[in-house]
C-alpha cells in the first residue's frame, strides 16, 4: 500500500511518521519545487516534521518559507506564492497521529499524478544538492493577515451573534478574528491552540461539542465548530441541535441555487433532489472533490465530513470561509428554520476495525459480497449500491484501517433493512 491516503501522508507519530520520514519528504518536494511554504497545525510533533521538511528541502536545493502554526486552509492560500505548500497536520484525527498534506498554488491538493511522483521520489531518495546550491529558510509572516483579507473581500460584512468551537486548533488565532472583522458578536470557546486537544477532541462530531451545543441553546444563537486543522466546518442551530456535514451540503447546494456541483459517493440524496440534475459523484476525500471541480469547471462542492469547497476562491476545503458564506447566505435567519426547509432521509454511519496488514483480503471478500446484492452497483470508491428506495456504500476508510459503512432510506423501516443486510454481509467479509 502506498503512502499516499485520501488526504496525504498521515499516521502514528514514532511508528507511520518521523524525522526520518519528514526528511525524504521534504527532500523529494524539493526536488520538484524550486520555493515552498510549510505550515503546521498544533500537534506536540508539529515543530519535528517542519524541521525534518525544512532540512528534505534545503538538501534538495529549494528555498523553505515557515508560515508558523496557521489553519490548512491558510497555508493553502499562501502557497499562491510558491511553487507549493506543505501542511504539518493530521486534520480531525487524535493528538498521537501527524501527517502532511501538500498544495498547488490554486489551492488544490496534489492529484494522483503528482503523489505518484512524490512517492517515487521518496522511494529513490530525491536530490541532493551540492553545499553552494543550499539556501536559507525564510519566514513568511502574511499567511494568516492575507487569508482573513481574502474571505473578508469574497463575503463582505455581516452582523451576526455567534459562538464559535476551535476545538484546541490551529483556528484559534484566525476564526475569531475573522469573525469579529466581519461584524460579528462572538463568544469563543476552546480558542487556545494546544496540540493535545483538552477541550474536547479534534472531530467536530456530535458527540464531541456538547458545550457547544448547550452553550448555543442557552444562548438562542447559532454555533460554528472547526476540526484541528480548520479545513472543515459543522453548525449548531439557535435551540443547540447539530447540523452535520451532509445537512450543511445540501443547504449550501439550496442557498447557492447550483444546478452542479461534486459531491463524494458518501454524500445524501437530498443532494440530487436539490440540484435537480446529477451530482458529480466522486471518491470520498475532498483532493478528489477537488479534481472535479477543476477538471468539470463546477461552481461548489464538498463533503458530508463537513468540507466545503468555494472554487471563486480556491480548491482548498476552507472551513472558516464556509462558516462566513453560511452566515452572509443566511441573511439573518434563523439557522434552525432554514435547515427545517430541506427535505430530510434518515441515514446511518458505522466503521468496522480490521487488521490493515489483511487488507487485500478484506478488500476481495467485500467484492464478493457486496457486488452480489441486487441493485445499480457503482465502484468509484467501494460498492455503492442504489437501491430505489434507499443506498448504501461500504468501502475502505483512506486514513485508518476500517471499513465504513453508509446507508440512507426515505424511511425508518427501509434505512433498518437495508442497514441489517450491509452489516451482516461486511461482517462476513471481515470472518
Known amino acids: 500500500m502506498g503512502l499516499f491516503g485520501s488526504s496525504g501522508i498521515r499516521g502514528l507519530i514514532g511508528k507511520d511518521i518521523d524525522a526520518e520520514l519528514g526528511v525524504r519528504i521534504?527532500?523529494?518536494?524539493?526536488?520538484?519545487?524550486?520555493?515552498?511554504?510549510?505550515?503546521?497545525?498544533?500537534?506536540?510533533?508539529g515543530d519535528l516534521l517542519v524541521n525534518a521538511l525544512t532540512a528534505g528541502l534545503i538538501e534538495a536545493g529549494a528555498e523553505p518559507y515557515r508560515a508558523g502554526m496557521v489553519p490548512t486552509p491558510t497555508l493553502a492560500c499562501a502557497a499562491s506564492h510558491f511553487d507549493c505548500g506543505l501542511m504539518v497536520t493530521a486534520s480531525h484525527n487524535p493528538p498521537e497521529y501527524n501527517g502532511v498534506k501538500m498544495w498547488n498554488q490554486d489551492g488544490s491538493a496534489f492529484d494522483g499524478e503528482q503523489t505518484q511522483e512524490v512517492e517515487k521520489l521518496i522511494a529513490q531518495g530525491g536530490r541532493k544538492a551540492g553545499w553552494d546550491e543550499m539556501l536559507e529558510e525564510r519566514l513568511w509572516t502574511g499567511a494568516i493577515d492575507e487569508h482573513i483579507l481574502t474571505i473578508m473581500e469574497e463575503v463582505g460584512p455581516i452582523e451576526r451573534s455567534l459562538v464559535l468551537d476551535c476545538g484546541n486548533g490551529a483556528t484559534g488565532p484566525v476564526s475569531p478574528r475573522l469573525f469579529r472583522d466581519l461584524g460579528c458578536d462572538i463568544v469563543a470557546?476552546?480558542?487556545?491552540?494546544?496540540?493535545?486537544?483538552?477541550?474536547?477532541?479534534s472531530e467536530p462530531s456530535e458527540a464531541n461539542l456538547r458545550e457547544l451545543m448547550s452553550l448555543c441553546k442557552a444562548k438562542g444563537v447559532a454555533g460554528i465548530a472547526h476540526d484541528g486543522d480548520g479545513d472543515r466546518m459543522v453548525a449548531v442551530d439557535e435551540d443547540g441541535r447539530y447540523v452535520s456535514g451532509d445537512r450543511l451540503l445540501a443547504l449550501f447546494a439550496s442557498l447557492?441555487?447550483?444546478k452542479q456541483m461534486a459531491a463524494p459517493v458518501d454524500a445524501s440524496m437530498v443532494l440530487d433532489d436539490i440540484v435537480g440534475g446529477p451530482i458529480a459523484r466522486t471518491k470520498v476525500g475532498d483532493m478528489f472533490v477537488s479534481e472535479a471541480l477543476k477538471k468539470k469547471g463546477l461552481p461548489f462542492g464538498g463533503e458530508p465530513s463537513g468540507t466545503f469547497i468555494f472554487p471563486s476562491v480556491n480548491y482548498c476545503p476552507d472551513g472558516m470561509l464556509a462558516g462566513a458564506y453560511l452566515l452572509k447566505l443566511l441573511d439573518g435567519r434563523p439557522l434552525k428554520e432554514v435547515v427545517s426547509t430541506l427535505p430530510t432521509y434518515p441515514s446511518l454511519r458505522d466503521s468496522f476495525p480490521f487488521d490493515p496488514s489483511k487488507g487485500e483480503k478484506?478488500?476481495?471478500?467485500?467484492?464478493?459480497?457486496?457486488?452480489?446484492?441486487e441493485g445499480d452497483l457503482t465502484t468509484v470508491d467501494g460498492y455503492r449500491v442504489d437501491l430505489g428506495h434507499g443506498w448504501l456504500l461500504v468501502r475502505l476508510s483512506g486514513t485508518e484501517p476500517k471499513v465504513r459503512l453508509t446507508a440512507e432510506a426515505r424511511n425508518k423501516n427501509d434505512l433498518d433493512k437495508i442497514a441489517e443486510m450491509a452489516r451482516k454481509r461486511v461482517r462476513k467479509a471481515l470472518g
Not at 27 to 45: E, F, H, L, N, Q
Not at 363 to 369: I, P, V
Request: aromatic content about 2%.
Open 189 to 201: 470557546l476552546n480558542a487556545n491552540p494546544d496540540g493535545r486537544f483538552p477541550g474536547r477532541p
Open 362 to 373: 478484506v478488500r476481495e471478500r467485500l467484492a464478493e459480497e457486496l457486488s452480489s446484492i
Open 26 to 45: 521534504g527532500r523529494a518536494v524539493g526536488s520538484i519545487s524550486g520555493t515552498v511554504v510549510v505550515g503546521k497545525d498544533p500537534r506536540t510533533s
Open 256 to 258: 447557492l441555487q447550483v
